[in-house]
């Protein structure tokens, strides 16, 4: 059975991967742009989503990068972010998302003035009227943040403090993101190290660009609880499904797998969401996530990275449950208000769809 994009939005879904300068929407671009005068590559909201999908859809995931240079110029006053974030909060709820973490890299907001915890707080304002806004029109959704740390910078130390500072105040964990080859997370070995002194949780971007050595770091040297992307894993897996002492600990530990099909894809970490190793991953049951890292730069949804999977690999609402409790039981919020979510919100609205 192959479950429809709409079929599929009504569902509860859980996000853990999922970039704010990555989801604008094409028109909200166009008019922060006109206001400070950044040109674009398109001024019509079409066009320009096109492009930004175009552009994406690289094989590579530095020319992918490249793009966010766009979204991220017209994120540089308090007013900006708040506004992209509420939308954030909007567009993902009425997705059927009820969960998200949300990530984003608060040193690269910086060029029009604003300080670190201005950046924070102005995120923070505005998820909270977009899930305001959400509930009221009956489609309510939890925002938590993750402060990114890019990992070719320096400044992974200050942002880890920062993401400390505000953990009462929605900022949920870290992560570090970036171009991988030549950035490994040990350079950033500080910044985790004080974090699990502080019994903080974070995430790494490893095994997107950059093999087995990077999700060995992130997990072994660096303590990373969750993996962006580890899509590489599959490196460690003999094809006959056995499975090589970093794939075995990753399974064992139940460490999560944030996998973003249709991203992996635009950067060539995978070769067709019919060829994606999430199907390997699943049937050998490793902690597997779905995510969309990225709505604008791959045109998509949480629902339709969902029914991509749906539609390549037979998958229903059996799977797509299983995926978003996954999801929830990986969540760095504090373990009974992700049970409640799972008891409360998602089974039962499973239970009705199976
Ligand atoms: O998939 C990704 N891999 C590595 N870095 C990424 C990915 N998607 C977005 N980023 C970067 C670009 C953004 O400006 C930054 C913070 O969200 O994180
Ligand atoms: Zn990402």
Known sequence: MTLSLDDIARAP??????HLDGGLRPQTIIELAAEIGHALPATDAQALGEWFVAAADSGSLERYLATFSHTVAVMQTAESLRRVAAECAVDLAADGVVYAEVRYAPEQHLVGGLTLPQVVEAVQAGFAQGSAEAATAGRPIRVGTLLTAMRHAARSMEIAELAITYRDHGVVGFDIAGAEAGYPPTRHLDAFEYLQREN??????AGEAFGLPSIWQAIQWCGADRLGHGVRIVDDIGPDGSLGRLAAYVRDKRIPLELCPSSNVQTGAATS?????IKLLRDLRFRVTVNTDNRLMSGTSMSREMALLSEAFGWGWGELQWFTINAMKSAFIPFDERLAIINDIIKPAYAKLV
């Open 13 to 18: 879904k859980a996000l853990l991967h999922d």
């Open 200 to 205: 903080y949780h974070f995430t790494i971007h």
């Open 273 to 277: 969401i019919a060829r994606h190793p």
